[in-house]
């Protein structure tokens, strides 16, 4: 059996065959491919024509999805920034100079 589903970024998919989930992670027109995430973490990709060969359907997320984010608390899942000044966004990189007592030779 195969899909009239698109794929759908952040939207879950079952694979009605294996029984597994996975949700739709990238997409890439030019290439014609779209990039999944396995509940486990696994990343995988098809070709936009086998997509539409696989025998899935939209289905809901996991009762724990963020398993294959490996967050273990809730509330790290925000956006919230605390330890970084807004000035250090633009600074380039090579400003921040390595401690001296990591370099030293032994």
Request: charged fraction near 30%.
């Amino acid at each position: 059996m195969t899909t009239d589903f698109d794929p759908i970024i952040g939207n879950w998919y079952c694979h009605m065959d294996k029984g597994q989930r996975f949700r739709v992670v990238t997409i890439d027109d030019k290439n014609e491919t779209v990039g999944v995430q396995d509940f486990d973490g696994s990343l995988d990709e098809y070709e936009i024509e086998t997509w539409y060969q696989l025998n899935i359907e939209p289905c809901e997320a996991p009762e724990n999805w963020s398993g294959p984010l490996d967050v273990s608390n809730v509330e790290d899942l925000g956006t919230d920034i605390t330890d970084t000044r807004a000035a250090d966004w633009n600074e380039p990189l090579d400003v921040f100079a390595p401690h001296s007592d990591i370099l030293k030779e032994e």
